[in-house]
């Protein structure tokens, strides 16, 4: 059965350091694009980084600088790094991986909180 875990979520202080990893069992990730996202109380779920099967990466606008997202597919996990945090960075947040016939797997989340 296909799963993904996210895990590293927490509070720290604006300009705070979390790293978040997703772990995949189940399935061969490396043949896998993964995305981070993101949703806060009463908003949309947003796109917050990307990575392909070969390591291509891109990034919203607001955490461009700041995020970094990068995989192990040795370990099938990818991380997102992330720097400088802001209170507007605060929101649930989640994996996503998509295979290269279209199926999609979700992640049930890590909350990440970011308050002084």
């Known amino acids: 059965q296909e799963q993904l875990v996210e895990s590293g979520g927490g509070l720290v202080q604006p300009g705070g350091t979390l790293r978040l990893s997703c772990a995949a069992s189940?399935?061969?990730?490396?043949?896998?694009?993964v995305s981070w996202y993101r949703q806060a109380p009463g908003k949309e779920r947003e796109l917050v980084a990307a990575?392909?099967?070969?390591?291509?990466?891109n990034y919203r606008d607001s955490v461009k600088g700041r995020f970094t997202i990068s995989r192990d597919n040795a370990k099938n996990t990818v991380y997102l790094q992330m720097n400088s945090l802001q209170p507007e960075d605060t929101a649930m947040y989640y994996c996503?991986?998509?295979?290269?016939?279209?199926?999609?797997?979700w992640g049930q989340g890590t909350q990440v909180t970011v308050s002084s």
């Open positions: 996503k991986a998509i295979g290269m016939y279209g199926q999609i797997s």
């Open positions: 189940g399935f061969t990730f490396s043949r896998y694009d």
């Open positions: 990575i392909t099967k070969r390591g291509v990466t």
